[in-house]
Structure formats: structure tokens, C-alpha cells
């Protein structure tokens, strides 16, 4: 397994470095809007067609063990629980007006198994339900077998996005918010989760080559059509 740390510290969740950072074979990438600008289709789940948890379920701890959702599963390790969030619950501790999946008072972090083929993924995560701030990682395995760690810091209460493609198919991650501490207990929340595929290698040669040739015909026809 190979880690990377970033060690950044995110005010109001937010990245205080580049926007996208080549490291071994991924890319990681810290804006959204550069991240889907990648990925040739890609699918985003929003949360909001998920049943949301009641005030009950929170109290009593009776949240799903795993939740499905256009084909990616969100996994908690037997005897969790998962929840929906939603802003008319109790337990609801990012503002916002939209749902979330959201890992209440677990000691053990949230698995993600992705469709195959997938080359990207990203997401907005956030973490803590005490600390004001909470150490995250976002472990990456690939189906070939490769496995890479990512750590960083965010804000409680707010979200930071994260995102990263590779050049081959992704199998799964797992996202971790603990600080190390005995007592410490996991507050994963992820929203707003992007896959898909990059273009094959080949596939950028291909369509410039396209484009070439489309040009030279142009400027062909342009000066025998006189």
C-alpha cells in the first residue's frame, strides 16, 4: 500500500493548494468542476432519492447496515449503521437543504464498492460530530490490485470535495474520519458522489488526429471550391 499525505489544512472545507495534483498512477483533483471535465460519462448521486432516517432511527440507532444506489454500495462493517440525513431531523449537522448519507457515533469507517469499469471517483465528505475539525483518509483499490492512501484535514460542518481518476478500474474505497484518539469515534458523511471513466490513453491521440485531418479537408475543399 502507498500513502500520501497531504496534510492541508481546509477552512470552511475548502483545499488551500492546487486543484489537481498528479501522484503515481492517480490524479487527484480538489476542484469538482475540473475533476468532471475528465471523465468521459459519469453519474452523480445525489442522496435525495434515498428514504431519509427518522428522529427515531437516530435515537435508537436503527440506520441501514448498507445502502445501494446506482450501483454503488455504502457499506458499514456488521453491527452498524448508516443513516440518511435530512434537514428536518434532529441529527442533522451540516446546514444545508439537501440529504446526505451520514455515519453516526460508529467506530469503524465507511466501504464503498463502485460498478466495473470505473476510472474516477469523487465526492463531498465531511467528518466529526464533536472536534471542529476531523483527519480523514480515502483509501483507493484497484482492481488490479494496487491500493493507495489519501489523508487530509477539513472543517467540521462543512464540505470538501475530493476526487481522483486513474488509468485503470477502481474497485472500491473506504473513507475513514478518525483522529487516532481511544475514544474517538467515526462521523463519515459523504454527498454529491461523482464516477465514471476517463478517455483511454489512445483515445486523446484518436480524436486529435480526428480533428486534424477534419481541418486539412476544410482548408482542401476551401481553396479548390473557387
Avoid at 131 to 144: K, R
Avoid at 145 to 158: E, I
Avoid at 175 to 184: E, F, L, Q, R, W
Avoid at 197 to 223: C, K, V
Amino acid at each position: 500500500m502507498k500513502h500520501f499525505t497531504l496534510g492541508i489544512m481546509m477552512p470552511a472545507g475548502i483545499f488551500a493548494a492546487t486543484t489537481q495534483m498528479a501522484l503515481a498512477q492517480g490524479t487527484l483533483y480538489t476542484s469538482r468542476a475540473l475533476f468532471e471535465q475528465q471523465l468521459s460519462s459519469r453519474t452523480t448521486i445525489t442522496m435525495e432519492s434515498l428514504q431519509a432516517s427518522s428522529d427515531a432511527d437516530f435515537v435508537w440507532g436503527l440506520g441501514q447496515p448498507n445502502i445501494t444506489v446506482s450501483g454503488v454500495s455504502f457499506l458499514s462493517p456488521p453491527g452498524r449503521r448508516l443513516f440518511v440525513s435530512n434537514p428536518g431531523h434532529l441529527a442533522y449537522p451540516i446546514p444545508g437543504d439537501g440529504q446526505y448519507i451520514f455515519n453516526s457515533d460508529s467506530f469503524t469507517p465507511v466501504s464503498i464498492q463502485l460498478p466495473a469499469g470505473v476510472t474516477g471517483f469523487g465526492a463531498d465528505l465531511s467528518g466529526s460530530t464533536v472536534n471542529p475539525t476531523f483527519d480523514a483518509t480515502l483509501t483507493v483499490n484497484l482492481a488490479g490490485g494496487g491500493s493507495y492512501d489519501y489523508t487530509f484535514v477539513g472543517s467540521r460542518g462543512s464540505w470538501t470535495f475530493f476526487g481522483v481518476t486513474f488509468p485503470e478500474p477502481i474497485a472500491s474505497l473506504i473513507y475513514s474520519d478518525y483522529n487516532g484518539a481511544p475514544s474517538a469515534v467515526h462521523g463519515e458523511k459523504l454527498d454529491n458522489v461523482t464516477f465514471g471513466a476517463i478517455p483511454e490513453p489512445g483515445a486523446f491521440g484518436l480524436l486529435a488526429l480526428g480533428s486534424f485531418l477534419l481541418s486539412g479537408r476544410r482548408r482542401y475543399s476551401a481553396r479548390f471550391s473557387l
